[in-house]
């Protein structure tokens, strides 16, 4: 009966929530955007790995039964280190991504789009050449389209330029299928739709992800069952709610009346896991 924990940089990863509440409407939700130290796209594996350490630990010491890692960068740098230390399930954006544009390309050129510390990780690229020959994959970062997306610039001319320089690469390449690798860039859908072309299927992590989460919730016996009231959010910062409240309503789909905010510096002595440091070599 605990609630399913969700994490990201900042609030991106309300698109992932947005997803995971309509697919799974009786679960309850704790949201944890790590603003005080938002973005992770342009950190480094070591410092990522270990606020994501930080994270989770604050999600276990709620309760938590699922940890749900809505940001790419932190899915990229450490999803597999989360996993192999905590005591319940941790599921990433990448892998539902990369295993959805699997399935619908046509034999094209699969592109993805994300920040450039997901894009400099390499795995996306590294988990479609298992598939598909490395020739076939083309990865672009798109840096500028996160502070658009949170400026509410989502149909202004200036985001429409800034497509086609970020993307203007792809077209003409044989991209048959286009992974949003970055939880802002749904809100987006539409214009970088347009510039595609209607030919170009386009892969959102979010939707995948939460398709992965139902799966996995019930396959463990997780999911909440025997009831039909709707589940609670609740949402936490580590640093002052400035517009998160107002901007993040429009990601989330509903407003978003109240937020609380925590230390993350006290975040693993309040979660009591004893999770062993980052290691230097960055393996």
């Known amino acids: 009966m605990g609630p399913i924990g969700v994490f990201d940089s900042g609030m991106g990863g309300l698109t992932v929530l947005r997803a995971l509440h309509r697919r799974l409407p009786?679960?309850?939700?704790?949201?944890?955007?790590?603003?005080?130290?938002?973005?992770?796209?342009?950190?480094?594996?070591?410092?990522?790995?270990?606020?994501?350490?930080?994270?989770?630990?604050?999600?276990?010491?709620r309760g938590v039964k699922m940890i749900v890692v809505a940001c790419n960068t932190a899915s990229a740098f450490a999803l597999a280190h989360l996993q192999d230390r905590l005591p319940v399930p941790v599921l990433?954006?990448?892998?539902?991504?990369?295993?959805?544009?699997?399935?619908?390309?046509?034999?094209?050129?699969?592109?993805?789009?994300?920040?450039?510390?997901?894009?400099?990780?390499?795995?996306?690229?590294?988990?479609?050449?298992?598939?598909?020959?490395?020739?076939?994959?083309?990865?672009?970062?798109?840096?500028?389209?996160?502070?658009?997306?949170?400026?509410?610039m989502i149909e202004h001319e200036i985001t429409r330029q800034v497509v086609a320089a970020d993307l203007g690469s792809l077209q003409g390449a044989g991209v048959d299928t286009l992974i949003l690798g970055c939880t802002h860039y749904p809100l987006l859908k539409d214009v970088i739709g347009r510039f595609m072309g209607p030919d170009v299927a386009l892969v959102d992590s979010a939707e995948t992800l939460a398709e992965a989460a139902v799966g996995l919730l019930k396959e463990r016996g997780l999911n909440r069952v025997g009831t039909h009231a709707p589940g609670k959010m609740a949402f936490?910062?580590?640093?002052?709610?400035?517009?998160?409240?107002?901007?993040?309503?429009?990601?989330?789909?509903?407003?978003?009346?109240?937020?609380?905010?925590?230390?993350?510096?006290?975040?693993n002595w309040d979660g009591h896991l004893d999770l062993p440091e980052v290691r230097e070599d960055n393996t």
Request: net charge negative.
């Open 26 to 61: 009786a679960e309850d939700f704790l949201y944890f955007g790590d603003t005080a130290r938002v973005p992770y796209g342009t950190k480094g594996e070591r410092t990522v790995r270990a606020f994501a350490e930080q994270n989770a630990a604050f999600l276990m010491s």
């Open 92 to 152: 990433g954006v990448i892998e539902p991504g990369v295993h959805a544009a699997l399935a619908r390309t046509r034999g094209g050129v699969i592109g993805v789009i994300a920040t450039r510390g997901t894009i400099n990780s390499g795995r996306y690229q590294e988990l479609l050449a298992r598939e598909i020959p490395a020739s076939r994959v083309l990865a672009r970062p798109c840096p500028l389209l996160v502070p658009l997306v949170e400026e509410g």
């Open 236 to 267: 936490w910062l580590s640093d002052i709610p400035w517009k998160f409240q107002e901007v993040g309503s429009r990601f989330l789909g509903h407003p978003i009346d109240e937020v609380q905010t925590v230390n993350v510096n006290e975040a």
